[in-house]
């Protein structure tokens, strides 16, 4: 499978954005979904996930109650609405998929099979 994320900028502190993740070929319902970031000399870490079916999502503790996944089966999309975002946020998103992704895995980026190629998100103060 192929993914391709979008929907990055440049948004002040407060602000929104809504990352997208496309991907292409057979079987996205089978796949679980995350997004990552990775800031300049950070290591990369998780954002959100969600499960197969995409009725069971997971959130970083950073960003719990201000970001919002969401898994569209039907047009093999996965969503990231980033509201309240802060400075903090600034990285680089990328999309994964997964297809062996069990609940307790999905903020193990080791667990994805399947990478983007990364959408930049800066937050201005």
């Known amino acids: 499978v192929q993914l391709q994320a979008s929907g990055g900028g440049l948004v002040q502190a407060g602000g929104s954005l809504r990352l997208s993740c496309a991907a292409s070929g057979r079987g996205f319902r089978n796949y679980a979904m995350g997004w990552f970031r990775q800031a300049p000399g950070l290591e990369r870490e998780i954002v959100a996930a969600?499960?197969?079916?995409?009725?069971?999502?997971y959130y970083a503790y950073s960003v719990k109650g201000r970001f919002t996944i969401s898994k569209d089966n039907a047009k093999n999309t996965v969503h990231l609405q980033m509201d309240s975002l802060t400075p903090e946020d600034t990285a680089v998103y990328y999309c994964?998929?997964?297809?062996?992704?069990?609940?307790?895995?999905?903020?193990?980026?080791?667990?994805?099979?399947?990478w983007g190629q990364g959408t930049q998100v800066t937050v201005s103060s």
């Open positions: 994964a998929a997964g297809t062996k992704v069990i609940s307790s895995q999905l903020s193990a980026s080791s667990a994805y099979d399947y």
């Open positions: 969600v499960s197969r079916s995409g009725s069971y999502p």
